[in-house]
Nanobody, 124 residues
Framework: HVQLVESGGGSVRTGGSLNLSCAASGDTETTYYMAWFRQGPGKRREGVAAYSDDWSKIVDSVKGRFTISKDNGNNILYLGMNELTPEDTATYYC????????????????????WGQGTQVTVS
């Protein structure tokens, strides 16, 4: 099992930036697909960025503003967010799925096995 702890959320003005971190601990010997999801007020949880050792993906709705990266030595996943708007207000979650479980939909909440507790981002 792996434990995920997000940090870096906060309140920013429109046009501002934030950098979120997701620290992974526990079974870090297993390799994982990882992703950032968000859930805004009254909305479904949606994927915004996904990462593996072979690729990284950003959904079209935030492409050009958000970036995803990983510090493999320290097992930390990052989400860089720029030009934030009130529509980006949400709780942001880190998720992980062990590699080797077969095909999956990187944007599906059902295809990730481990989740962090979330970090709140508020843009006004």
């Amino acid at each position: 099992h792996v434990q995920l702890v997000e940090s870096g959320g906060g309140s920013v003005r429109t046009g501002g930036s934030l950098n979120l971190s997701c620290a992974a601990s526990g079974d870090t010997e297993t390799t994982y697909y990882m992703a950032w999801f968000r859930q805004g007020p009254g909305k479904r949880r949606e994927g915004v960025a996904a990462y593996s050792d072979d690729w990284s993906k950003i959904v079209d709705s935030v492409k050009g503003r958000f970036t995803i990266s990983k510090d493999n030595g320290n097992n930390i996943l990052y989400l860089g967010m720029n030009e934030l708007t009130p529509e980006d207000t949400a709780t942001y979650y880190c998720a992980a799925r062990p590699r080797g479980l077969g095909s999956f939909n990187r944007w599906s909440v059902y295809d990730y096995n481990y989740w962090g507790q979330g970090t709140q981002v508020t843009v006004s």
